[in-house]
């Protein structure tokens, strides 16, 4: 999915939560620069985190550990 982004696009997925638990997502957009912006979201806007990957695998990488974790947590 990653591979076919195209510049000023991005990618989002979203966990599926219960109500009380607020929204659980990470998306990746492919910046201007050709650098991936990835920023994970759970629970409240206050709890979002963000992160520039200058490569697509750096960018691949922060997927997999988001979509492998149990719970909804950010990737380390």
Same mark, same amino acid.
């Given at each position: ?9 991005? =990618?989002?997925?979203? #966990?599926?939560?219960?109500?009380? *638990?607020g929204d659980c997502f990470l998306? !990746?957009?492919? @910046?201007?620069?050709?650098?991936? =912006?990835?920023?994970? #979201?759970?629970?409240?806007?206050? *709890? ?5 990957? !200058?490569?697509? @695998? ?19």
């Amino acid at each position: 999915m990653l591979t076919g982004l195209a510049k000023g696009k991005y =990618l989002l997925l979203q #966990r599926l939560t219960g109500h009380d *638990e607020g929204d659980c997502f990470l998306q !990746v957009l492919l @910046a201007d620069d050709a650098t991936f =912006l990835v920023e994970h #979201r759970t629970g409240t806007t206050a *709890e979002r985190r963000r992160t520039r990957s !200058v490569t697509q @695998a750096e960018a691949h990488d922060a997927v997999l550990r988001w979509a492998l974790e149990p719970w909804c947590s950010a990737p380390s």
